[in-house]
């Protein structure tokens, strides 16, 4: 990726913080140099990332777009004074509500609790008109019982009546299990993604779903996305872009999942294109049953110069598969279709707004990814502006236990970070198979955690194998050694910093990362593979034998894969409940005293450009893209295009 000669490149992708967040900027530098068609291109794509906004909030809970109403209402009309400490505390609320889309955080999925008091929200609303809201949110806001949590993967009898989201009503796991077990008994050996575009509830006595489509649930914001899809369409590089985008809204305006298979295939397929896109119901994160996709979109812009290293890991993919310590009745005996892409991020749209994942491998059916094969996106300007902004702020020197330590993660840590990237979403994700008869619906709430542990396996056991040096991907063979030095320290450590005392790992790349890092300590503690060492009272894990760490990462990829080829859900629980949940309470409290000694919050997200289109005579002149300073401003903004 190109990058900016600033003065003071640090602080340009640090914008504000509050709570646990810091709020960055992105930069993208490969719009200025698009021509016209594909900043056009990139314009209208990016109004249709923003106009499934109200989705993914209705999505996360069924009270989130009527409190974010009230919470836009006093913030744009208050006519009172805006300081003190109730004030600020509900300026609090009301940022952490915007980052969450929702009033559950994103990451933990707990309730946020308000620090001001229920007076003095029933105050700021009839000081607006708004005083009679104030009875119907009383409990939803204050009363820490009244669906404290989003999503709940374990613990309780009933994962569907202890979560909060939207996604079914009145319906209980049982009940919802045994209607989708029908549906997919129905479907042929290559299966439709049943329950992603819906809402499962109660009608008449029976389970019925409301289907997300134009003329059903959420129309009003489909036909948005739609229009500025058609708007796009005229930018679009070729034919092949144009048919992705054809197939893309006749499944907005029919809802039919096939044509969502038919339309995935088709993105998949198209691999040119300088600007692509993401739109649509995808991740299933969000649902503890793993079926229903939140809404969401990113716009990425190719960058040239990057790809070379995920294209020469696509030519490869075979020998990689072939080379990898699994049983051979679980590896694919050909790979099609694998297409990897450095890109920049140019719009974050739904569930990857504001926090965005770095890396993306789709389609997520099985069956697409092994008879058509996958499409892989690293974004390199999201790793880039991470990067930039954690320079200095002392993290790695607090947990990392050496000054050798801390020389390879400043040489090789940012090679480290996105090559572990690339080979997760390239071919990690994209590898193995599942024997017939067997389907993510096996697994159950497991299968997202057992599938991220598999893709990071998969980049561990080969981001230290000297094939990568031979093909020229990495630049030392010390770029592996650096990598597991972090992933170790960030599993067993330093991620705790994103959980409250006394709370289990609920998150799956969380429990993923811990359960990774928690088998290889535990399986190579007796020859000291990783070593626990307390210095002056602080803890810290040191890498003792890296080849030896690499074998237990292939030994352990061999049994998640084992796993999820067979669909063997005793298999998963264990594994995941037994390393993947529990937390270390001693360690955590020391991590949390540490980590709180820096000053730094545990979670980042990100401010989106504008764009602004600039006309003649009604006529398209230029795109100019710009980068705001201020979440709350960006945030009003879009209430304001969106939610009206």
């Not at 899809?229 to 893309?248: P, S």
């Not at 979109?297 to 993919?317: H, M, P, Q, W, Y």
């Not at 999201?382 to 954690?390: E, G, M």
Request: proline fraction near 4%; aromatic fraction near 12%; include cysteine.
């Amino acid at each position: 990726m190109e990058k900016r000669d600033r003065t003071d490149d640090h602080n340009f992708f640090i914008v504000e913080e509050f709570g646990d967040i810091r709020i960055l900027r992105y930069e993208v530098p490969a719009f200025e140099q698009l021509p016209l068609r594909e900043k056009l291109f990139v314009y209208y794509l990016s109004r249709a990332a923003l106009a499934g906004r109200d989705i993914l909030w209705d999505q996360n809970n069924r009270w989130n777009l009527r409190i974010r109403k009230v919470l836009e209402r006093i913030l744009q009309q208050y006519p009172g004074e805006r300081t003190g400490r109730e004030f600020e505390a509900f300026l609090l609320y009301a940022k952490q509500v915007f980052f969450a889309n929702g009033i559950h955080h994103h990451y933990s999925m707990d309730k946020f609790s308000p620090g001001f008091s229920p007076a003095y929200l029933k105050s700021l609303l009839e000081a607006v008109g708004a005083g009679g809201e104030y009875p119907d949110l009383e409990q939803v806001l204050f009363d820490p019982a009244c669906m404290p949590k989003r999503v709940v993967l374990g613990g309780v009898a009933d994962l569907l009546t202890a979560s909060a989201n939207n996604y079914y009503v009145g319906v209980t796991q049982p009940e919802a299990e045994a209607f989708y077990r029908q549906k997919l008994q129905e479907q042929g050996d290559r299966p439709l993604s049943v329950g992603l575009n819906s809402t499962l509830i109660v009608h008449g006595g029976q389970l019925t779903e409301e289907v997300w489509y134009a003329n059903g649930k959420y129309g009003k914001e489909i036909s948005k996305i739609v229009a500025h899809l058609e708007e796009a369409r005229g930018y679009a590089w070729d034919h092949t872009q144009k048919e992705v985008i054809d197939l893309l809204v006749a499944y907005y305006k029919s809802g039919d999942l096939a044509l969502f298979d038919a339309y995935s295939i088709a993105w998949l397929k198209e691999g040119q294109a300088p600007v692509d896109f993401i739109n649509g119901f995808i991740e299933v994160y969000g649902d503890p049953l793993a079926y229903k996709g939140s809404w969401e979109s990113i716009v990425e812009i190719t960058d040239k110069e990057a790809c070379r290293r995920t294209e020469i890991l696509a030519e490869n993919a075979l020998w990689f598969e072939q080379q990898a310590p699994v049983e051979e009745r679980f590896k694919k005996r050909e790979i099609t279709g694998v297409t990897a892409r450095v890109m920049q991020a140019a719009m974050l749209g739904g569930d990857c707004h504001p926090a965005t994942p770095i890396g993306i491998n789709l389609p997520n059916s099985e069956w697409i990814r092994e008879v058509y094969g996958s499409k892989s996106v690293t974004l390199d300007n999201i790793t880039y502006a991470y990067h930039r902004a954690s320079l200095g702020n002392g993290v790695l020197e607090e947990f990392a236990f050496s000054e050798e330590e801390l020389e390879l993660h400043r040489r090789y840590g940012y090679e480290g970070g996105n090559i572990h990237t690339d080979l997760h979403e390239c071919l990690g994700h994209g590898s193995g198979k599942m024997l017939p008869g067997v389907t993510p619906d096996c697994l159950k709430s497991y299968y997202s955690t057992l599938e991220e542990t598999r893709a990071d396996l998969f980049a561990l056991y080969y981001i230290a194998d000297e094939k990568l040096l031979e093909l020229g991907v990495v630049s030392a063979p010390e770029v592996g050694k650096c990598e597991y030095n972090s992933y170790i320290r960030n599993g067993l450590m330093t991620q705790l910093t994103r959980i409250k005392p006394g709370d289990d790992l609920e998150e799956s790349h969380m429990r993923n990362r811990q359960l990774i890092a928690s088998w290889v300590y535990e399986q190579g503690r007796e020859t000291g593979v990783i070593e626990r060492v307390v210095r002056a009272g602080k803890t810290f894990f040191v890498v003792r034998d890296h080849p030896a760490l690499r074998m237990l990462f292939g030994r352990l990829l061999g049994e998640v894969q084992r796993i999820k080829s067979e669909g063997d859900y005793k298999a998963a629980r264990q594994l995941i409940e037994g390393y993947g949940v529990k937390v270390d309470r001693e360690l955590h409290a020391e991590v949390l005293e540490r980590y709180a000694n820096l000053g730094i919050p545990p979670y980042a997200g990100f401010l989106n450009p504008d764009y602004t289109l600039i006309e003649k005579n009604g006529r398209p002149m230029d795109v100019r893209i710009s980068y705001p300073d201020n979440f709350l401003r960006q945030m009003l903004a879009y209430g304001e295009d969106t939610g009206q």
